[in-house]
């Protein structure tokens, strides 16, 4: 985690990434989907809670689930399930890196080295993009006013860290 105010690393709650697609009949899929996992899919660039899980949507009829560490198996499963033979999913966890994000100036980090509006008013909590900053591919959760997570390949996070730490030390986002 990045506070932005205190500017620390501290690691978020563990959890599993749970990456999967539709490949056809996707109308009756995402309604067995939708009760596997409680709730409706977030469309094109939006997130969501549903219980413990997180639902962020990544691209066409591709989803990213961040699940508690010890139901990551059984919600793997129940979308696997769901999924039938219309789609496919694994489980990423080692493919990604996740850091939060914290405090009031996430947004104006976010817009050094970054490729869209992040101050956008319409860029808020249950929002999603895909962008690269510091030459590596990120996407962006908006989990509120105050947080967004930012999921980056582990060979890159190191990197993304130090850049943003530099950037903040540059714009005084350091605790006063």
Not at 9 to 23: A, H, N, Y
Not at 73 to 95: F, H, M, N, T, W
Not at 98 to 122: H, K, N, Q
Request: hydrophobic residues 45%; contains cysteine; charged residues 25%.
């Amino acid at each position: 985690m990045i506070d932005t105010q205190m500017l620390k690393r501290v690691t978020p709650e563990t959890g599993r990434l749970i990456r999967f697609e539709i490949w056809s009949d996707a109308d009756a899929c995402l309604d067995r989907l939708a009760k596997a996992l409680g709730t409706e899919l977030p469309q094109t660039g939006k997130s969501a809670n549903a219980g413990d899980l997180r639902l962020v949507w990544l691209e066409p009829m591709t989803w990213l689930v961040r699940a508690p560490e010890a139901r990551g198996a059984a919600v793997l499963a129940r979308i696997e399930e769901a999924l039938a033979s219309d789609g496919g999913a694994c489980d990423i966890s080692g493919a990604l890196v996740r850091t939060r994000i914290t405090g009031p100036a996430w947004r104006t980090l976010l817009t050094i080295g970054g490729v869209f509006d992040a101050e956008a008013d319409t860029f808020g909590p249950g929002c999603m993009a895909a962008t690269v900053i510091a030459h590596a591919p990120v996407r962006l959760d908006v989990i509120s006013k105050t947080e967004i997570d930012a999921y980056t390949p582990p060979s890159y996070a190191p990197d993304l860290f130090e850049f943003w730490d530099h950037a903040a030390a540059r714009l005084n986002l350091q605790a006063r």
